[in-house]
T-cell receptor
Framework: GQNIDQPTEMTATEGAIVQINCTYQ??????LFWYQQHAGEAPTFLSYNVLDGLEEKGRFSSFLSRSKGYSYLLLKELQMKDSASYLCAVGDSNYQLIWGAGTKLIIKP | IAGITQAPTSQILAAGRRMTLRCTQD?????MYWYRQDLGLGLRLIHYSNTAGTTGKGEVPDGYSVSRANTDDFPLTLASAVPSQTSVYFC???????????FGPGTRLTVL
């Protein structure tokens, strides 16, 4: 079967760094996506990895290891507005996205 | 219109009633999707369309139907609503099936 695993909830302090992990088992692989979703809002695209390695975009970075079926999203210099759910999604062999349940990130002052 | 819109924003519906959720995008994206999002679960794909005139079934298609008469519109119909269809429904689009998806604001549906 197809499966995406990520922690349900994480807590971090404003100004700190947090790493949100995602492991996956899917039929085929056509890229891994990270989305941010604030409560009551729609998901918005953060990053995309299709090759192994680190992609950096401002305060956010995303890492992929295809051989390990593993990715992480790294958030630096945390701000209160980063409090949100972070969704990991993998493109399967049909280019459909398989979604994890999301990680709720709570930022404390 | 800028981006992707959905209507209604929210709806309370009696079980057994028919309901159509509307989705319109003005980005000329080929691919469109309907998801449902339930607490504790990931987004689940209901139906998709890779291009106008074609549709396909996702992970949870039962009880739902879609049509794609043109590029911009992708309505989702519940023929006879049941309480288990209570959920938040998101429409999304992408240039094609390989790229990031852009989401509409969602429709919160309650079936009583």
């Amino acid at each position: 079967g197809q499966n995406i695993d990520q922690p349900t909830e994480m807590t971090a302090t404003e100004g700190a760094i947090v790493q949100i992990n995602c492991t996956y088992q899917t039929s085929g692989f056509n890229g891994l996506f990270w989305y941010q979703q604030h409560a009551g809002e729609a998901p918005t695209f953060l990053s995309y990895n299709v090759l192994d390695g680190l992609e950096e975009k401002g305060r956010f970075s995303s890492f992929l290891s295809r051989s390990k079926g593993y990715s992480y999203l790294l958030l630096k210099e945390l701000q209160m507005k980063d409090s949100a759910s972070y969704l990991c999604a993998v493109g399967d062999s049909n280019y459909q996205l398989i979604w994890g349940a999301g990680t709720k990130l709570i930022i404390k002052p | 219109i800028a981006g992707i819109t959905q209507a209604p924003t929210s709806q309370i519906l009696a079980a057994g009633r028919r309901m159509t959720l509307r989705c319109t995008q003005d980005m000329r994206h080929n691919a469109m999707y309907w998801y449902r999002q339930d607490l504790g679960l990931g987004l689940r794909l209901i139906h998709y369309s890779n291009t106008a005139g074609t549709t396909g079934k996702g992970e949870v298609p039962d009880g739902y139907s879609v049509s794609r008469a043109n590029t911009d519109d992708f309505p989702l119909t519940l023929a006879s609503a049941v309480p288990s269809q209570t959920s938040v429904y998101f429409c999304a689009s992408s240039t094609d099936g390989h790229n990031e998806q852009f989401f509409g604001p969602g429709t919160r549906l309650t079936v009583l």
